[in-house]
């Protein structure tokens, strides 16, 4: 009986936790195999020895997130031609695995070895390109990024301290999407409000690509538009008020309309014809006027 009580107890925690999603994934067309990993909870020492690490403080719902679950995995597949091909992936990291994007150079490597702090030589785009957007992490010392979700190889979801110094304990974070191409962009300024987003879109390929100026991939939005047909809809709006430019229209009224028949130009040859029965006839007119006036001349010789 305890047993029992203690499985219904977590089943109702991990309802909350995952907002009811798993219901939801389960009543979709097409959709199998949702599987939500259970985990304990962290140890506060384990966060305090975080913290003392990296010189960072966690905020406040991120930790009392991992005091409820060491981390977060919810997966779910589509059923494609009688086999389960994996597709959702929801994913926090854990504290252990909550690691710095940035590894400390090692004893052993070349002096002049190229590192991620090269990219740094020029102002990124996002601060420069308007003057609301956040400005962007930093690859060097000015900024403390930790990975929270791997992303499928896709990029890379991270926990961002800015405008930090050396010695200092830093409070403040945001949550930024690092893509392939090593660029920045802003997702959230909590994780209460990146949890939710990722909740919202259901964990889909390259959803984070979403908030991008580019997008994710063509498959992506097939996918998207099958399983999360209103907060695709809603997110190419506001990508592009002015219409979807990167999508092909089709005018029905112009592509299955009648053409109208063009009429066959005129054979040079009926023109020819046409001249040299004229000339013929003249010609023969000619002759029977020629005739006529041998025989006038002839009976008047007689």
């Not at 031609?81 to 994007?101: F, H, I, Q, T």
Request: glycine share 6%; net charge neutral; proline share 7%.
């Amino acid at each position: 009986m305890e047993d029992i009580k203690e499985s219904l107890a977590f089943k109702g925690v991990a309802e909350r936790l995952t907002l009811g999603i798993t219901r939801i994934l389960e009543n979709m067309p097409g959709v199998v195999d949702v599987r939500f990993v259970e985990r304990e909870p962290a140890e506060k020492r384990s966060l305090l020895s975080w913290e003392q690490k990296n010189t960072c403080i966690l905020p406040e719902d991120l930790r009392d997130f991992y005091l409820t679950t060491d981390g977060f995995t919810l997966t779910w597949s589509v059923k494609l031609d009688n086999e389960c091909v994996p597709l959702g992936c929801m994913m926090v990291n854990s504290v252990a695995r909550l690691c710095p994007l940035l590894q400390p150079v090692s004893l052993f490597s070349l002096p002049n070895a190229p590192s991620l702090a090269d990219l740094d030589w020029e102002e990124n785009s996002t601060e420069s390109g308007s003057e609301r957007a956040p400005a962007a992490p930093h690859f060097d010392a000015r900024s403390r990024i930790f990975e929270l979700d791997s992303c499928g190889g896709n990029g890379k979801v991270c926990l961002v301290y800015k405008n930090c110094t050396p010695g200092v304990v830093a409070q403040q974070s945001e949550i930024w999407f690092l893509d392939r191409s090593l660029c920045w962009h802003f997702l959230t300024a909590t994780f209460t409000s990146y949890y939710r987003l990722m909740i919202t879109h259901l964990g889909l390929p390259e959803w984070q690509y979403a908030f991008t100026p580019y997008g994710p991939s063509p498959q992506a939005k097939q996918w998207a538009s099958l399983y999360q047909p209103l907060t695709f809809s809603s997110e190419l709006s506001v990508a592009d008020p002015a219409g979807d430019t990167y999508l092909n229209k089709l005018d029905p009224t112009r592509a299955f309309k009648g053409k109208a028949k063009v009429p066959a130009p005129k054979k040079k040859q009926s023109t020819q014809c046409s001249s040299g029965s004229s000339a013929k006839s003249q010609g023969s007119t000619g002759r029977h006027s020629g005739t006529k006036r041998l025989l006038c001349a002839g009976l008047l010789e007689r």
